[in-house]
């Protein structure tokens, strides 16, 4: 019998989301490490005219991210068929977004960074980013609606440092059942 330390995690991929600031890249790539995954950016995979628009202090809508998210699916989905189910940084605001990765790979888990939004706002003036201006970070706010609890998901404080974030969402990750679709692999 594993403890819950040691218990290997299911399959399923793994989004970290949240709003721009709140460490999903950072997050991400050290769960991605710890678990021996491969690790998605979902910033990389914005087309030209989403990055064009928030450069220029224009937050995208749902028109906007709909080809983005379309493509961080197929990702992810091209990813989990190789058997690598990945870790992916991507804001995943909305249900709707979340719905729209779930319609490419429906056993998605997610650990949702929040945070006070004093924190974030001064955690990007901090940063550079190649075309996300902290401008945008009160449309985001806006934008987002936390997991449900009806949702493959938990809500991580980003106050605690990295290291145990990072503890907090493995342990839960190996505390899920596996979906029927990870049985099936």
């Given amino acids: 019998m594993f403890s819950n ?3 290997p995690a299911p399959h ?11 460490g999903k890249t950072t997050v991400g790539v050290e ?5 021996g995954r491969p690790f998605i950016d979902a910033d990389d995979l914005h087309p030209q005219a989403n990055r064009r628009k928030m450069e220029s202090c224009v937050p995208l809508d749902d028109s906007d991210r709909e080809p983005w998210l379309r493509a961080v699916g197929k990702a992810i989905s091209a990813e989990v068929q190789r058997g690598r189910p990945p870790v992916v940084a ?9 719905e729209q990765l779930r319609a490419e790979c429906p056993d998605i888990a997610f650990v949702y960074l929040d945070g006070d939004p004093e924190i974030i706002a001064a955690r990007m003036s901090g940063r550079q980013h190649e075309y996300m201006p ?3 970070l009160p449309s985001q ?5 936390p997991p449900l609890g009806d949702e493959r998901a938990i809500r991580i404080d980003i106050e605690k440092p990295v290291d145990l974030i990072v503890s907090q969402a493995i342990a839960w990750l190996r505390t899920l059942e596996p979906t029927d679709q990870e049985v099936a692999r």
């Fill in 5 to 7: 330390e040691e218990a």
């Fill in 12 to 22: 399923a991929p793994l989004v970290v989301m949240g709003v721009s600031g709140a």
């Fill in 31 to 35: 769960i991605a490490l710890r678990l």
């Fill in 90 to 98: 991507c804001s995943a605001l909305k249900i709707g977004y979340r």
């Fill in 134 to 136: 902290a401008e945008l």
């Fill in 141 to 145: 706010l806006r934008a987002l609606e």
